[in-house]
């Protein structure tokens, strides 16, 4: 499989972003994915996911209705569009995909990633 993530930039306090995770390869019948995020100095955070095998999509608390996670299957794309921006969200943003498991929020279940784009909120 390939992500290949896109749209990071530098973008103003309050303003929007939307980024995109284009997926090739993709087979899994049974899958989770997820958008995660890594600012300068901390850990992985996973930022929305969802999984098949509740159909539900998981959020961060720190998304607050914020962050919304779509996808179009025609052309096997992910997307992250993220309003409201602030400069806590600076942080390099990963797509991630994997077979599914229990749940969709920890980083070391996902067998594939992007290679991450660049969000810097500032003014």
């Known amino acids: 499989f390939q992500l290949q993530a896109s749209g990071g930039g530098l973008v103003q306090p309050g303003g929007s972003l939307r980024l995109s995770c284009a997926i090739s390869?993709?087979?899994?019948?049974?899958?989770?994915i997820a958008w995660f995020r890594q600012a300068p100095g901390k850990g992985r955070e996973a930022v929305l996911c969802?999984?098949?095998?509740?159909?539900?999509?998981h959020s961060a608390p720190f998304v607050k209705g914020r962050f919304t996670m779509s996808d179009d299957n025609a052309k096997n794309i992910l997307y992250l569009q993220m309003n409201n921006l602030k400069p806590e969200d600076t942080a390099t943003y990963y797509c991630?995909?994997?077979?599914?498991?229990?749940?969709?929020?920890?980083?070391?279940?996902?067998?594939?990633w992007g290679q991450g784009t660049l969000v810097t909120v500032s003014s």
């Open positions: 991630a995909l994997a077979s599914a498991k229990d749940e969709c929020q920890n980083d070391y279940d996902y067998d594939y």
């Open positions: 390869g993709f087979t899994f019948d049974s899958h989770m």
């Open positions: 969802a999984g098949s095998y509740d159909g539900q999509l």
